[in-house]
């Protein structure tokens, strides 16, 4: 069982940077891919980003690329989305994910292959 704690959101203007940050329970931590997701109102949640139990290999959304990143440290139980140049379309609910997973493979885009959601934090691009 993981338990998923976002923070970090809150209101920024258009240009502006924030990271999330998703703290998990758990001894296994490192044994899990980690992903983001937003669900902007009236929209269905979308993918942002994941990366592999290691950190060794990230994959983002088309969106997002080059202005997002995703890390994690495994020392902390924590993972992090790096979030520059932001924009209105931006503003979204941002939720972390988990699925156990120890392969390299980094392209877990799809909600329904996470077992472990968090209760999401509100980011809101002003323009």
């Known amino acids: 069982q993981v338990q998923l704690v976002e923070s970090g959101g809150g209101l920024v203007q258009a240009g502006g940077s924030l990271r999330l940050s998703c703290a998990a329970s758990?001894?296994?931590?490192?044994?899990?891919?980690m992903g983001w997701f937003r669900q902007a109102p009236g929209k269905e949640r979308e993918f942002v980003a994941t990366?592999?139990?290691?950190?060794?290999?990230?994959y983002y959304s088309n969106s997002v690329k080059g202005r997002f990143t995703i890390s994690r440290d495994n020392a902390k139980n924590t993972v992090y989305l790096q979030m520059n140049s932001l924009k209105p379309e931006d503003t979204a609910v941002y939720s972390c994910a988990a699925r156990q997973s120890s392969s390299n493979y980094v392209s877990y885009t799809a909600q329904y292959q996470y077992s472990y959601w968090g209760q999401g934090t509100q980011v809101t691009v002003s323009s």
């Open positions: 758990g001894r296994t931590f490192s044994s899990y891919a």
């Open positions: 990366i592999t139990w290691s950190g060794g290999s990230t």
